[in-house]
Nanobody, 125 residues
Framework: QVQLVESGGGLVQPGGSLRLSCAASGRTFSTNVMAWFRQAPGKEREFVAAISRGGTHTSYKDSVKGRFTVSRDNAKNTVYLQMNSLKPEDPAFYYC??????????????????WGQGTQVTVSS
């Protein structure tokens, strides 16, 4: 069982940056592929980024490539999402997700077993 708690959301101006964190409980963090999803009002939850168990491989939604960076610190049981050059289409609740084993090529909601409660990101001038 893995419990996930996100933090770091908030209000930022267009073009600004935020770093989201997701702290995981349990001793099996390093065996989990970690991912970030987001859900805007009235829209379906969508994949944003994923990172392999060792942190050497990542995958991204096309619209965030070059702006967002996912990373992890297995010693701290934490995964991060650095978001730069935020755009008006980025506001949403951002969710951390985990799945045992597998690879960062998993991008579907059903691929992930554990979810956090989400943190809200607002982009406004």
């Amino acid at each position: 069982q893995v419990q996930l708690v996100e933090s770091g959301g908030g209000l930022v101006q267009p073009g600004g940056s935020l770093r989201l964190s997701c702290a995981a409980s349990g001793r099996t963090f390093s065996t989990n592929v970690m991912a970030w999803f987001r859900q805007a009002p009235g829209k379906e939850r969508e994949f944003v980024a994923a990172i392999s168990r060792g942190g050497t491989h990542t995958s991204y939604k096309d619209s965030v490539k070059g702006r967002f960076t996912v990373s992890r610190d297995n010693a701290k049981n934490t995964v991060y999402l650095q978001m730069n050059s935020l755009k008006p289409e980025d506001p949403a609740f951002y969710y951390c997700a985990a799945r045992p084993w597998g690879s960062c090529t998993y991008t579907a909601l059903g691929d992930y077993n554990y979810w956090g409660q989400g943190t809200q990101v607002t982009v406004s001038s």
